[in-house]
Nanobody, 117 residues
């Protein structure tokens, strides 16, 4: 089992910045990939950015150049630095962990990011 706890959401004006953090606990050795998804009201959950143990990343096109994902394997954390935030970035952001064997997914409780003037 893997437990994920997020922090760092909040209210920010357009053009502002936020940093999300997620710390994993439990069976850490099983984790292959960690990252962030988001779900806006009335929309499907979508991948924002993920990063594997080796550092390979996959990022949503609409956030490329604005969001940066980073991972500290020693501390079992994954961060998402979000810059130049837009109204359409408003959503609940979820931390995600994927295990290598069997592909089990784990989710955090979610943290709200609201971009508003």
């Amino acid at each position: 089992q893997v437990q994920l706890v997020e922090s760092g959401g909040g209210l920010v004006q357009p053009g502002g910045s936020l940093r999300l953090s997620c710390v994993a606990s439990g069976t850490i050795s099983s984790i292959y990939r960690m990252g962030w998804y988001r779900q806006a009201q009335g929309k499907r959950r979508e991948l924002v950015a993920v990063i594997t143990t080796s550092g390979r990343t996959n990022t949503l096109d609409s956030v490329k150049g604005r969001f940066t994902i980073s991972r500290d394997n020693a501390k079992n954390t994954v961060d998402l630095a979000m810059n130049s935030l837009k109204f359409e970035d408003t959503a609940v952001y979820y931390c995600n962990a994927l295990t290598a064997a069997g592909g089990t997914e784990y989710w955090g409780q979610g943290t709200q990011v609201t971009v508003s003037s």
